[in-house]
């Protein structure tokens, strides 16, 4: 362990203030090792502060030596920020929480993360009066939403950005939603003819007259060229959502393609969504998945669908209120038998998992393990093969609380069974989000949020393990 290389990939600022390229903070690690064999490094960049709102960025970096150096940072997209907005801490719509994923046919490269109005994301929807509807649907097509001040009804962003009015009609607006300018930056922009009056993005003021609810959306970016270019990012949430769904967000950090059985090729990502616009009571692990080479996504049923809690009560994503009961962001696995793993950050300290047999679209077991501590914090997880012998291992803190980051070793036995072996030291001190992948036939590379002063809150590290150092090091 002594030997092991800690490699800074995405720099923070230090001591409050943001460092040389004005970045206050960088969080939510999200890690891709390609079909090719790029490293590719997902963040958010967070300009003003570390919290979950402000003018943030989907970044990546990559590498060509398992880590071992990095490229400049390519940004994925830059929406336009409300400069008529008085707090730069608050003015800007933002996208958050990077899950990466692979096609291994096409060898394209997805993106997906959350989207959210200029405001405080999902605490700016817990605050608002009226969230609104994200979607109006006509002859099933789902037309997006935006509000006028004073008129309850919606106004529709139809074919070509035409903003049509809650009557139907054709009126002179029309919204930027395909973008070739560099950066996405006018994505939103709205226009009354040939002016420019604002952007659907932002909030209300008496110069933008329209903006959509404060609800969270899905959007996905992709790469064929190995995250050298992204394409313009495209909203998938009406594809994944249903309308009681007041909150939908990516994982985030890794996604999986399936190698086995009648769904090999299925690309699944994780999700969770909850059932109250005023309450973060309800959260559910899920995932979505696509059968067709990421061009439509289903979603499928949550963990918290049919679970039979403790009590015996038997609960369902879309009504239950128990706080205890919250599975939150979650990574899968693939075992060699085709079932899915899926590991769920939770409010009970130790490590849940939920098995699905068809590919994600449903959940057949919930197993808890008291003796797997695991804090209220994102984990991360792959499955491998080492000396005929298959095993999972989790990423995770250890506590207390976001603190002294380990990997769990699991041997899977028979039915799938996890039979804990111990855990290995990553990283003392701070340590909260991660991302972990598989980079060579025994080398595993993590990616994870640390800080130490003078540094802030977080900047991200990343280490290449071998297993032979996992076992070594092993405590049980």
């Known amino acids: 362990m002594e030997n092991r290389r800690i490699i800074p990939v995405f720099e923070c600022g230090k001591d409050g203030e943001k460092n040389s390229e004005g970045i206050a903070s960088y969080r939510i690690p999200a890690l891709l090792k390609t079909k090719k064999g790029t490293l590719i490094a997902g963040a958010d960049r967070r300009r003003e502060h570390s919290s979950d709102w402000g003018k943030i960025d989907m970044v990546v970096r990559r590498s060509h030596d398992n880590g071992e150096t990095w490229e400049n940072p390519i940004t994925l997209l830059d929406l336009r920020e409300n400069l008529q907005g008085e707090d730069p801490g608050l003015r800007s719509p933002f996208n958050i929480d990077m899950v990466l994923l692979q096609d291994p046919s096409t060898e394209r490269i997805f993106a997906l993360y959350d989207m959210w109005v200029e405001g405080r994301g999902t605490f700016g929807m817990l605050e608002a009066e009226n969230p609104y509807d994200r979607y109006t649907h006509i002859e099933g097509r789902a037309y997006l939403n935006i509000y006028k ?28 939603m395909q973008s070739d300018e560099p950066l996405y930056t006018d994505l939103g922009d709205l226009y009354e003819g040939e002016r420019l009056r604002g952007n659907i993005f932002h909030r209300l003021r008496s110069d933008n007259p329209f903006t959509i609810t404060s609800k969270s959306f899905i959007w996905l970016s992709h790469s064929d060229d190995e995250g050298q270019t992204w394409s313009c990012p495209r909203d998938i949430t009406d594809q994944i959502y249903e309308p009681w769904m007041a909150f939908l967000g990516m994982g985030p950090g890794v996604g999986i393609a399936l190698k086995q059985g009648e769904h ?26 696509s059968d067709d080479h990421g061009q439509t996504w289903q979603c499928g049923a949550s963990v918290n669908d049919d679970r039979v809690l403790s009590t015996g009560e038997v609960i369902q994503s879309a009504t239950f209120t128990d706080e205890l009961a919250q599975t939150t962001e979650a990574v899968p696995v693939e075992l060699n038998d085709g079932r899915i793993k899926l590991f769920t950050r939770n409010l009970n300290g130790h490590i849940q998992v939920a098995t699905s047999v068809d590919g994600g679209q449903s959940w057949t077991r919930f197993d808890e393990y008291p003796d797997q501590v695991d804090v209220y914090c994102q984990l991360s997880a792959v ?24 990997i769990r070793v699991a041997e899977v036995l028979p039915e799938g069974e996890l039979h804990w072996l111990g855990y290995s030291l990553i990283q003392e001190g701070e340590y909260a989000y991660n991302a972990l992948q598989q980079v060579g036939p ?17 900047h991200l590290l990343y280490q290449k393990i071998e ?10």
């Open 264 to 289: 090999e090729g299925r690309l699944v990502a994780p999700i969770y969504t909850t059932n109250d616009t005023k309450e973060l009571k309800s959260q559910a692990a899920r995932i979505i998945f």
């Open 383 to 406: 499955q491998t093969v080492q000396d005929n012998k298959e095993y999972v291992l989790v990423a995770n803190a250890n506590g207390p609380a976001r603190t002294n980051g380990v």
């Open 467 to 476: 297993w032979s150092d996992i076992l070594e090091n092993l405590v049980k």
């Open 442 to 458: 025994t080398e595993f590379g993590v990616l994870y949020e640390h800080t130490e002063k003078p540094y802030n809150y977080y």
């Open 149 to 176: 001040e004073g008129v309850e009804q919606p106004y529709t962003v139809r074919e070509g950005g035409v903003v049509f009015s809650p009557e139907g009609e054709r009126t002179s607006f029309k919204v930027v």
